[in-house]
């Protein structure tokens, strides 16, 4: 293991293990650290030493026949899809971001993107988990295989923790096999509430099964390379039968405007380091109500970029992180009726207020009690976690 300004860069988990019982001896925090390339999302965590599992890297099993696949935690999801996809098979997670992240930090962030609509969240993909907790114990959560049901599943425990739980060394994930024709397009379209109530509710009748249904505002229509409209960008995929019979459905809907598969990395990146980003949801039936209510919380601040998964209920915006009128918008956004949540704030703007505490509950507490009770993994990181209830 080496040392470098407050950097610990263990190889195997025997390391991190030992990296942890020292820190835990001393009563030292750490900041658990990846790839670093999503290191502003969540609370602040103002600590001294950083522990570091980009070193923990590569494949260590692979069976296609069995549609799985375990790697460290270090290893990116570039180098997952690059394995994978030589088997015609895929790792159908795309979190915000690009796929230098790593698989560790997608899972120990619960981090999923538009694939979501068909395939789930990050907890849908884990079957199995190797994890450091802060008590130095090498816990093995789940499974190598898809049929796993034994004791409690403490995998979907670790996976969205952030960290605070214990540190993740391994993972074992589901895959899919690609399909033989993927197509995107997209179809301009109204987005006042009705409409899009109306539309959400056609979507949800109709006889089609697409990999993404995702919601977009001028803005972002316009930065991905379309007309400053509000479209539905669709992604189809399976055989040529099952991909024609959806274009059908979908062309009584409106214009569909054919666009290459590189526009959901275009997606994927279209909030850079330095921006605010948002989530808000309610029921997929209230899909309208939701979009409209942050159209007009963004409403005056400039270049704001907002979509939407209708099929889930969520609606994501992305507004930079300067002057009033992020103010303006952390008002409007306190006052929203359904589900809130910030991935990223600047560090001065996280306050109960606008982001309640995520373990400030009793039943949170004492698990994170039981995994870390020195409290030294990524504290603050989802909120207030001193020990004690309340």
């Known amino acids: 293991m080496t040392t470098a300004s407050g950097v610990a860069a263990p190889t195997t988990t025997a390391e991190v293990r030992e990296a942890v019982l020292e820190a835990s001896a001393r009563a030292t925090p750490l900041r658990l650290v990846a790839r670093g390339t999503w290191l502003d999302a969540g609370r602040p965590v103002r600590v001294d030493h950083r522990l570091s599992v980009s070193a923990l890297d590569g494949i260590t099993e692979y069976t296609p026949g069995d549609l799985t696949l375990t790697a460290r935690a270090g290893t990116s999801l570039a180098e997952i899809m690059r394995v994978t996809g030589a088997e015609r098979q895929w790792l159908t997670l795309d979190p915000y971001g690009s796929d230098a992240g790593s698989i560790g ?16 969240s990050a907890r849908d993909h884990v079957l199995g988990l190797e994890v450091v907790t802060g008590t130095g114990a090498v816990v093995r959560a789940g499974g190598r295989v898809v049929k796993n049901v034994a004791g409690f599943d403490l995998a979907r425990l670790f996976t969205g923790a952030w960290g605070t739980l214990g540190v993740v060394t391994e993972v074992t994930v589901r895959l899919r096999a690609l399909p033989d024709v993927d197509e995107s397009c997209a179809i301009p379209v109204a987005d006042d509430a009705a409409s899009l109530d109306a539309l959400a509710a056609r979507l949800r009748a109709a006889a089609i099964a697409p990999l993404v249904l995702e919601l977009v505002n001028g803005a972002l229509a316009a930065h991905l390379g379309l007309t400053h409209q509000s479209h539905l960008l669709v992604r189809l995929g399976g055989n040529d039968d099952d991909v024609r019979a959806q274009r059908t459905v979908f062309q009584a809907l409106g214009e569909l405007v054919p666009v290459g598969t590189d526009v959901w990395g ?117 909120g207030d976690d001193a020990g004690g209830d309340r």
């Open 105 to 120: 930090a997608t899972i120990a962030t619960g981090s999923a993107g538009a694939l979501a609509h068909a395939f789930g």
């Open 266 to 382: 275009r997606l994927r990146a279209a909030d850079p380091a330095g921006t605010t980003v948002a989530r808000f949801s309610m029921l997929p039936s209230r899909i309208g109500e939701c979009w409209s209510f942050v159209r007009a919380a963004t409403a005056g601040v400039s270049g704001a970029l907002v979509h939407a998964a209708p099929g889930r209920g969520v609606v994501r915006c992305i507004v930079p992180s300067s002057g009033a009128e992020l103010g303006a918008f952390l008002g409007a956004a306190c006052s929203f009726a359904g589900t809130r949540i910030f991935e990223r704030l600047p560090a001065s703007r996280w306050t109960a207020d606008v982001a309640p505490s995520a373990v400030a509950d009793r039943l949170s507490r004492g698990i994170k009690r039981s995994y870390d009770p020195m409290h030294i993994l990524n504290p603050g990181i989802l």
